[in-house]
């Protein structure tokens, strides 16, 4: 059986990094591991970790972006949990004999190596999750 | 110097309990640890815990309670982030000196004598951020 291993991060989207980060890095005092844009996602990625998960601030680069779309609907705030699994491929086959909707039928690979996918809110309740494996 | 040691759990604002579990624990399988009422929030909560965090999902169980005001609003989604502080007393202090807009402006006491207090989501980028000094 596939596992849910650990909350690997939890993603905001900011619309001002330099104000987000006044709070999570100096206020709150949370280390800032890295801060660098991300060209294949238009946006600008802060990453935060704490305990073997990570808080990740993003802001969209482009007005063109599904995080700026997501941003100019919604407004800053929480965007996606994500959370590590063992075997992503057992995972996805689990999930679709549950009828859960996803968005990414197949898992993606990220240029560092990691597996990937997306479970659509609708069936968790209204929580974009992504899925990890490491 | 207060320090962040963990994210403590996720809280997600759910319509429906039964359907929510249905992913969380049948479809991703994570374990329950705890169903129950919480009746000073007029709200039943499912406890999920994963590798020292959690995810809870909280459902409203009156229409006049600030978390089903919150599911009218918004819909089901995430509701609020926890973050494990070691010295509350301290980072609300360290908070206010920054001009942080907090909820609580000293931390309650839960009845299992754990220590908490919201920040605002204007000073945050968006996120309800919850601490806690357990």
Known sequence: MPKIKAVNHVAVVVDDME??????????GMELHEL???????SQVAFLPVAGAEVELVMPTSDD??????????????????LEVDDIDGMMTQ???RNVRL?????????DGKKYA???????GGVLVELYQI
């Open 103 to 111: 968005i990414n039928e197949e898992p993606r690979v990220a240029v």
């Open 95 to 97: 999930l679709k004999g």
């Open 118 to 124: 997306f479970i659509h809110p609708e069936s968790t």
């Open 36 to 42: 660098r844009d991300a060209p294949a996602e238009k």
């Open 19 to 28: 104000k987000s980060l006044s709070f999570w890095r100096d206020a709150l």
């Open 65 to 82: 972006s599904g995080i700026a779309k997501y941003l100019a609907k919604r407004g800053p705030g929480m965007h996606h949990l994500c």
